[in-house]
């Protein structure tokens, strides 16, 4: 199964300004890649995906993320943030030939005006 | 509504008192997993079943046992609950594992 880090488990971030959270990955091998998102007292809801194709993908609420092989990262951007994206962000990677699926620990994004 | 419905919502017990989580979704999935969601450790897959009769192990199975012999349903069952079971479970599922995955509200598990 793959381990995956999020190198930031907090994101303080003022309102309008853009957001990185960055995710590596243990393995190389063809793998899909997500990105969840959990806001307080709820279930994770899927911000977006990579199963192949185009490495920079497209998701819901203005977010991206890009899929880099040699670095094994797919790290997720958005370039204006809203207060109403304060949530705690999951990255989660599964191999192709593999039915487990592994979450990063979390990084908590806080939006401020 | 497509939704995966996991009963109940917060739970406390005791030490070795057999609990069972249920969860069911609406939307013909074949894959169904559980999770569990700790500070600090995001979440960790517990069970996942691929169909009917199929289950195997996620990460951190140990004291948990769980059954899919109907296609809609997957329950999570602790035969002797310990306090290191305390923590936010989630049941989800997907048509494929590469899928989106469709998340339950979440169970507060409590064991004292």
């Known amino acids: 199964a793959q381990s995956v880090t999020q190198l930031d488990s907090q994101v303080p971030v003022f309102e309008e300004a853009p957001v990185e959270l960055r995710c590596n990955y243990s393995?190389?091998?063809?793998?899909?890649l997500f990105w969840y998102v959990q806001y307080p007292n709820q279930g994770l809801q899927l911000l977006l995906k990579?199963?192949?194709?185009?490495?920079l993908v497209k998701g819901i609420n203005g977010f991206e993320a890009e899929f880099n092989k040699s670095q094994t990262s797919f790290h997720l951007r958005k370039p204006s943030v809203h207060i109403s994206d304060t949530a705690e962000y999951f990255c989660?990677?599964?191999?192709?030939?593999?039915?487990?699926?592994?979450f990063g620990a979390g990084t908590t994004v806080t939006v401020r005006a | 509504e497509a939704q995966v419905t996991q009963n109940p919502r917060y739970l406390i017990t005791v030490t070795g008192k057999k609990l069972t989580v249920t969860c069911s979704q609406n939307?013909?999935?074949?894959?169904m997993s559980w999770y569990r969601q700790d500070p600090g450790l995001g979440l960790r897959q517990i069970y996942y079943s691929m169909n009917v009769e199929v289950t195997d192990k996620g990460d951190v199975p140990e004291g948990y046992k769980v059954s899919r012999k109907e296609k809609r349903n997957f329950p999570l069952i602790l035969e002797s609950p310990s306090p290191n079971q305390t923590s936010l479970y989630f049941c989800?599922?997907?048509?494929?594992?590469?899928?989106?995955?469709?998340f339950g509200s979440g169970t507060q598990l409590s064991v004292l």
């Open positions: 939307m013909n999935h074949e894959y």
């Open positions: 990579y199963l192949s194709g185009s490495t």
């Open positions: 989800a599922s997907s048509f494929y594992p590469g899928e989106k995955l469709f």
């Open positions: 989660a990677v599964s191999d192709r030939d593999d039915y487990k699926l592994s």
């Open positions: 393995s190389s091998v063809s793998v899909y």
